[in-house]
């Protein structure tokens, strides 16, 4: 890995590249409590290979950027109470971090990616930020409205559950989460993903307190819908029709919110990203990039 480091106001976000600098710039945002990591090298070089300079990085409370542990995690029963006050930070905090990260780079705006708690960004990027979203790509995600996208009961225990304590326990937890939450219509390589559960324990998840932050600070911003539907980004929507973490309704909420918005829903797509799913996901990502008016693009 070519990990590189940017400050941005109190955090330092770690960050990599992939491709020429002078390609068209396109921000990877990843999800709750999940490492920059868990874009998989060759689906950025696919992208790549599609014209992009990709850009993956952690968020604030995870892997290799900074961990706010000064800060007490909130606490189950906090979380169930949806109690703002346990959240040290908000959305629109890890939205503007996204911004100063593309500051920090020189780019004055990227076709933005967002996946899970990291389409929350995206969006929130979108609208905080109109200028530096080109197009908006949200993936298995949703408004943060309530009864939209709601995740399966089945789900609830490992949101609430304490963090794992060793590597094993972290790597086990992973395949668990993942057989409950993963895609039915693609194949699973769990050898892959434990070592993805290893080597985020390794690269500073083994703290694992960021996630409990991470999700008081979703629970924090609350219903983003009317915030959402002045996003003017040309924005496409992909979510699976298996998800059982943010269930499709989040995606179908998003789509409904944001105006000339486009929805594709992928049969057994679960709450995960595939290797199967790659070559349509990148495909529907360039197309959606190249839909943008050439004055635009060639303005970024």
């Known amino acids: 890995m070519n990990e590189q480091f940017c400050k941005v106001r109190d955090v330092e976000l770690c960050y990599e590249t992939f491709g020429d600098p002078a390609a068209t710039p396109l921000l990877l945002v990843m999800g709750l409590g999940t490492q920059m990591i868990a874009w998989r090298p060759d689906f950025c070089r696919m992208l790549v290979d599609r014209g992009f300079f990709v850009i993956r990085y952690d968020n604030r409370d995870i892997g290799r950027s900074t961990h706010l542990n000064d800060v007490r995690p909130p606490t189950p029963l906090q979380l169930l109470r949806r109690d703002r006050r346990a959240a040290a930070y908000t959305l629109d905090d890890m939205a503007d971090d996204a ?19 990291g389409g929350m960004i995206a969006q929130v990027l979108a609208g905080r930020h ?45 395949i668990k989460l993942w057989r409950v939450v993963g895609s039915t219509g693609f194949e699973r390589d769990e050898d892959e993903l434990a070592e993805m559960a290893g080597t985020s324990f390794d690269r500073g ?96």
């Open 205 to 300: 998840g083994g703290d694992g307190s960021g996630t409990g932050r991470q999700l008081a600070a979703m629970l924090a911003t609350g219903d983003r819908t009317a915030a959402i539907r002045n996003i003017k980004a040309p924005t496409l929507v992909i979510h699976g029709t298996v998800d059982k973490l943010v269930r499709p309704s989040g995606g179908r909420a998003t789509a409904k919110a944001i105006r000339g918005s486009r929805l594709v829903l992928i049969d057994g797509m679960g709450h995960d990203l595939p290797r199967g799913v790659w070559p349509r996901l990148v495909e529907l990502i360039a197309e959606h990039a190249a839909r943008l008016p050439r004055g635009e693009r060639a303005a970024a």
């Open 130 to 174: 109109p200028e530096k979203v080109l197009t908006l790509t949200s993936i298995m995600s949703s408004t943060g409205a309530r009864f939209k996208g709601e995740p399966a009961l089945k789900v609830y225990p490992f949101l609430l559950a304490k963090r794992p304590a060793t590597k094993q326990e972290a790597v086990d937890r992973a």
């Open 99 to 117: 911004a100063g990260l593309l500051d920090c780079l020189g780019i004055d705006a990227a076709h933005v990616v967002g996946a899970s708690m």
